[in-house]
T-cell receptor, first 116, second 115 residues
Framework: KAGVTQTPRYLIKTRGQQVTLSCSPI?????VSWYQQTPGQGLQFLFE???????NKGNFPGRFSGRQFSNSRSEMNVSTLELGDSALYLC???????????????FGSGTRLTVV | LAKTTQPISMDSYEGQEVNITCSHN???????ITWYQQFPSQGPRFIIQ???TKVTNEVASLFIPADRKSSTLSLPRVSLSDTAVYYC????????????????FGKGTKLSVKP
């Protein structure tokens, strides 16, 4: 089966611009979560969406936002880009039971964002 | 959530067994221990999860002593392709290290396998 697909793979933006990243989860997975990975801070949780609703949120400024569509595809947006936003952005999808039990996270290969 | 401590890096040679130990002194009763592997420019990949004693799958073994304050990931006969960063996660019941998407990754252990 197809894995988690993230587009684009690489992106170069200028400070002050905004950017939108896309994530297509594994078919049937309704949970999509986003992470930022930098050499200094490691992997940090941004937010999670489930059935089009943001269910969980990490400690990032409001410039970072996301949404999820009815087909479970998700986008994240970063506005007013800063140099420090340069990172690998990863999304993960998971299948969840009605009880909330999780059947495992599958990550995409990420989008490498460079802000210049 | 319990904090984890792992060695920053380890070196090994092809064909050797590698053991990576993770300390988690404040592990809670309902916490599970989960390990992920990450190659450069890829997302983490689930390796193994356990609660106590020993768990083995086709990739690795996980040893957890009775007090559960530490765990050891064992990779048998490593190859060059096992060069990666390995993360130990503790918490959140059996939800593979996190529920509602929130996996708490530490710094991980960078394993370098040499020929």
């Amino acid at each position: 089966k197809a894995g988690v697909t993230q587009t684009p793979r690489y992106l170069i933006k200028t400070r002050g611009q905004q950017v939108t990243l896309s994530c297509s989860p594994i078919s049937g997975h309704r949970s999509v979560s986003w992470y930022q990975q930098t050499p200094g801070q490691g992997l940090q949780f941004l937010f999670e969406y489930f059935s089009e609703t943001q269910r969980n949120k990490g400690n990032f400024p409001g410039r970072f936002s996301g949404r999820q569509f009815s087909n479970s595809r998700s986008e994240m947006n970063v506005s007013t880009l800063e140099l420090g936003d340069s990172a690998l952005y990863l999304c993960a999808s998971s299948l969840e039971a009605p009880t909330g039990e999780n059947y495992g996270y599958t990550f995409g290969s990420g989008t490498r964002l460079t802000v210049v | 959530l319990a904090k984890t401590t792992q060695p920053i890096s380890m070196d090994s040679y092809e064909g050797q067994e590698v053991n990576i130990t993770c300390s988690h002194n404040n592990i809670a009763t309902n916490d599970y221990i989960t390990w992920y592997q990450q190659f450069p420019s890829q997302g983490p990949r689930f390796i193994i999860q356990g609660y106590k004693t020993k768990v083995t799958n086709e990739v690795a073994s996980l040893f957890i002593p009775a007090d559960r304050k530490s765990s050891t990931l064992s990779l048998p006969r490593v190859s060059l392709s096992d060069t990666a960063v390995y993360y130990c996660l503790v918490g959140d019941g059996g939800n593979y290290g996190g529920s509602q998407g929130n996996l708490i990754f530490g710094k991980g252990t960078k394993l370098s396998v040499k020929p």
